[in-house]
């Protein structure tokens, strides 16, 4: 029988639009870290739904599209490797899409998403599904998931690329029930700690992890996702 004082919480990953925030806030702040991350996902729910004892993340898995070895250099692969290990120690499942150096869009990951978020929606697992993206491609997945009773957060990011900005779709936006703007963070001093913990120094040379981070097969953010 489900303990109805605790709520669950899936979180999906969009595996490239998290890697190109934690580029983006890697010069400022440091490295984007996911297990603070979750953490402070559970912390936001609390506050929006006082009435539950707990709040728990009972699911979490990382879509993202990956180039195969042929096309991929060392400092690639290095960071590759570092990201799927803290991936596997925080309990997240990797789910990788292999892409090819033609492609300019990660073919498959969204729709990937989507189809395991909605899965584990009606096989009755979770109660909130945290949708980590500003995609409106997305909208479509988070009506199904209120059709079935499960709420969705938007956990996003407010991202600058020199002359370009990139926002969460309003779209997206509007049809979530909680929408967690991760940069406005910076700004709330309740959350002054948290959004500090969320970040590690990064090791190395810092030029050298934002370009390796960049070097996945993405395309480039645009000023208006929908």
Not at 65 to 90: C, P, T, V, W
Not at 129 to 155: E, I, M, Y
Request: proline share 4%; aromatic share 10%; net charge neutral.
């Amino acid at each position: 029988m489900t303990d109805v004082s605790i709520r669950r919480i899936g979180v999906f990953y969009d595996g490239s639009y998290f890697t190109i925030a934690s580029k983006h806030m890697a010069g400022q702040f440091g490295w984007l870290q996911v297990e603070p991350f979750q953490r402070l996902i559970k912390t936001y729910l609390r506050e929006k739904e006082p009435d539950y004892t707990q709040h728990r993340v009972v699911y979490a898995a990382w879509f993202q599209g990956i180039s195969d070895i042929n096309h991929a250099d060392e400092k690639q692969l290095r960071y590759d490797r570092r990201m799927h290990d803290e991936l596997m120690r925080a309990g997240i499942e990797i789910r990788l899409m292999p892409i090819s150096q033609s492609q300019s869009k990660e073919k498959g990951v969204d729709v990937a998403l989507a189809i395991d978020a909605l899965q584990v929606a009606l096989d009755r697992k979770i109660d909130i599904a945290a949708l980590v993206t500003g995609d409106s491609d997305f909208v479509p997945l988070v009506r199904a998931l209120v059709k079935n009773n499960v709420r969705v957060l938007a956990a996003h990011f407010d991202q600058c690329y020199g002359d370009q900005q990139d926002f969460a779709s309003q779209r997206l936006t509007d049809a979530c029930d909680y929408v967690l703007n991760v940069s406005k963070l910076t700004t709330e001093k309740h959350y002054e700690a948290a959004f500090k913990g969320l970040f590690r120094p990064p090791d190395g040379s810092l030029p050298e992890q934002i370009q390796v981070a960049n070097s996945y097969n993405t395309p480039a953010p645009t000023a208006n996702r929908g």
